[in-house]
């Protein structure tokens, strides 16, 4: 392969200083070259074709059974992918501080101004502005200073909001202080998340901030433990250096910096699967950063995470009782005929040419469908959010499944692909609960459950060269890609992300 010879002896130390070998450097070049297949769908998932709606009378028995389980004193972790920066949130705010105009022009500046003293964080942003500019903002703005007010609140002597992760942020404001995602997650680990008085919360944070990460739990946990009676177990990893992937120029040769290194980057939230092999739990719930409401809505939140927590323990219950079943050799055909039924109808997991084998052949295929780990997704009705959304696709061995998918899967040039994504009925607001252990409680190794192919290429740039950036498969995508699925309807009331900083002005924030 050309790829042998493009790495020079230092570039082999670097590649092994990372915890990383040369081979897999080798391979993530060749992906690059060669791109990755598009899926093959079935459908796009809809109610009653993979997707399933919990009546009242449902809802209660499901919330029944996570109650009990709960008590039963199982391990519940929150998992929360926290590294995100905030610079994205500030986009438009960065482009007016750099604009050549000095007042408001777009709807977008002009509403940031118009509302400012609603943010959550205004009384620590005013203080910045007393304190560097001797004026408050009310003052700076009489004046036309408003470049001052956003420098204060985006750059280094500001809040620095422009370099902190989003979760450390003001998000709400309270009667008693404000409060930032992070804080916001402990408030709901507490709610639906805890077992005999514990709850664990685990937050994935980029190596830059981990320290402020801990300072402000250091700061906060006593004073939610005291608020919610609960004992707080807080753990943080960092999205390990050896899940980076290589860059490429335009024509596929490593991509240098300037000092003649390779440049790794990030391989996007699909990483994370290390992160959530290392956790030890009965059940993971897992949901993004941003995605917090304050307490006055958080009734829907912590009633559908119970929902699907609840489903996801029913549907376990039946899976381990099979496969005691299978794995004791003592069953008739009828119930092997009710097995396939459960993988068809609740797993949604179909094989074309399943009444062609014999028992001898169903019961290793069964066993393999029913022994791995189990998600329950809450997808949401369609409001033309952009992102990924529930389908059913074709799998490397020919059944199909549920799976999340993302736009960029899709081949573009596929009429029927394309209309399968644009009128699908549902989305994914990355809601899940996940179990990852076996009938015998033992961990399954999740890293053997990701699909490589599902991988993706970007288009990046740096110091304003062009480059090819390869994406790991998705973290609740390809990462989850050999998983048992079952998507379960949540209401949009439970899906309310911030992606930009007037995304806090919306009714839901205040």
Not at 384 to 405: H, K, M, R
Not at 442 to 455: C, R
């Amino acid at each position: 392969m050309l790829t042998h010879i493009m790495l020079t002896q230092q570039d082999k130390q670097q590649i092994e200083g990372r915890g990383m070998t040369v081979a897999q450097v080798e391979h993530q070049l060749e992906e690059i070259a060669k791109g990755f297949p598009f899926l093959k769908l079935e459908a796009a998932a809809a109610v009653g074709k993979g997707i399933t709606v919990e009546d009242a009378e449902g809802q209660k028995a499901a919330i029944d059974k996570w109650q009990a389980y709960k008590d039963a004193g199982h391990k519940i972790v929150k998992f929360v992918p926290a590294s995100g920066a905030a610079s994205r949130m500030f986009k438009n705010l960065f482009a007016f501080l750099n604009a050549d105009y000095d007042e408001p022009q777009t709807d977008f500046e002009k509403d940031f101004f118009n509302h400012i003293e609603k943010f959550a964080f205004y009384d620590a942003l005013n203080a910045k502005c007393k304190e560097n500019k001797g004026k408050d903002i009310s003052a700076l703005v009489k004046e036309g200073d408003y470049k001052s007010v956003v420098a204060n609140l985006l750059n280094k002597e500001g809040l620095n909001y422009g370099q902190l992760p989003k979760g450390l942020l003001f998000f709400h404001r309270y009667a008693d202080g404000v409060r930032t995602p992070m804080e916001e997650h402990l408030v709901e680990a507490a709610l639906y998340a805890s077992s005999k008085g514990e709850a664990h919360i685990h937050y994935t944070v980029s190596h830059d901030h981990l320290k402020l990460f801990e300072e402000k739990v250091a700061e906060k946990k006593a004073q939610y433990e005291q608020k919610f009676n609960v004992k707080y177990d807080i753990s943080f990893s960092e999205q390990k250096p050896s899940t980076d992937t290589v860059a490429a120029n335009p024509d596929n040769t490593p991509f240098r910096n300037e000092d003649g290194t390779l440049l790794f980057r990030p391989g996007g939230h699909g990483a994370l699967i290390e992160n959530l092999n290392d956790i030890d739990a009965d059940v993971v719930f897992i949901k993004n950063i941003d995605n917090v409401v304050p307490d006055r809505l958080k009734d829907d939140t912590v009633r559908w995470k119970q929902v699907i927590g609840g489903v996801l323990v029913d549907v376990q219950e039946k899976i381990f009782e099979y496969m005691r079943v299978l794995d004791s050799g003592v069953y008739n055909h009828e119930k092997i005929e009710e097995i396939i039924r459960f993988v068809q109808h609740v797993l949604c997991t179909r094989k074309a040419d399943i009444k062609e084998l014999e028992d001898g052949d169903l019961v290793p295929y069964l066993r393999a469908k029913l022994n791995r780990p189990l998600r329950v997704c809450g997808v949401v009705r369609n409001v033309g959010e952009p992102g990924g959304g529930p389908f059913l696709a074709y799998n490397q061995d020919g059944t199909v499944s549920p799976q999340i998918l993302e736009s960029s899967q899709i081949d573009k040039s596929n009429e029927e692909y394309v209309k399968m994504f644009t009128g699908g009925t549902h989305f994914n607001p990355v809601d899940l609960v996940c179990a990852t252990k076996n009938y015998k409680g033992e961990k399954f190794d999740l890293p053997k459950y990701v699909d490589h192919n599902t991988g993706f290429i970007s288009s990046k740039s740096k110091n304003g060269k062009a480059l090819k950036a390869l994406e790991l498969p998705g973290l609740w995508n390809g990462a989850m890609s050999d998983w048992n699925t079952v998507f379960v309807e949540v209401p949009l009331s439970t899906f309310n992300p911030v992606k930009t900083v007037n995304d806090l002005l919306r009714e839901v924030h205040q």
